[in-house]
């Protein structure tokens, strides 16, 4: 091969392992994409929604375990996080956490108590039932160590801890950072969502 070639290709080659490497690390330590399938977190997140979570800022693990190797931070209440589904951990859910490890919580008349405290949800999108009866009334529940109860913000549309129980600290992947395109169909932008906040 001609040296001049040889080092062309050697060049694109050296690049594309770089660029492989950069995004296996990103996508492992950083932050990852994620697309909102359902409509559990109406109104806050539409179906459409591709989102960016952010992996660092609940600690730096091991990739493909759950071994944390440098903790960071632990996520707090109304935090909007991406988790592996309790029951199946091939699946990726999207939620609010609502009660952290040591927690009192308790639900009358659809109306979330948190250590004795009535919460105040503006984010709830008070939209009638669809998919199944929902669940007005649970607890009082003290969560246990490492324990996370998470609810959607389409509370009467939303499977959630009320149903199948509490997040491990574990199957955090990250929190909901920020959207970067979102469409309702392929010719239906919603411009005005493209960069904001998820909050």
Not at 103 to 115: A, C, G, K, P, S
Not at 131 to 138: C, E, I, T
Not at 155 to 172: A, C, H, K, L, T
Request: proline share 7%; with cysteine.
């Amino acid at each position: 091969m001609n040296p001049r070639w040889h080092k062309v290709v050697r060049d694109y080659a050296e690049a594309l392992i770089i660029a492989l490497i950069l995004a296996f690390f990103i996508r492992s330590f950083v932050v990852q994409a994620f697309k909102i399938p359902s409509g559990s977190m109406l109104e806050t997140l539409q179906i459409g929604d591709q989102l960016l979570v952010n992996k660092f800022l609940y600690g730096i693990k091991v990739p493909f375990t759950d071994i944390t190797v440098v903790p960071i931070s632990d996520p707090e209440h109304g935090d909007i996080i991406v988790f592996r589904y309790p029951l199946d951990e091939s699946k990726d859910y999207i939620k609010r956490v609502i009660g952290l490890p040591g927690d009192t919580l308790e639900m009358r008349d659809n109306v979330v108590y948190r250590n004795g405290e009535r919460l105040d949800e503006p984010y709830l999108a008070g939209l009638p039932a669809k998919n199944f009866p929902p669940a007005h009334n649970f607890g009082p529940v003290t969560l246990p160590d490492n324990k996370y109860f998470c609810m959607g913000d389409n509370r009467e549309n939303s499977s959630d801890s009320r149903y199948w129980g509490f997040v491990d600290r574990s199957q955090i992947v990250g929190k909901a950072w920020r959207i970067y395109w979102s469409w309702d169909g392929p010719f239906s932008i919603r411009w005005s969502r493209l960069g904001s906040l998820v909050e």
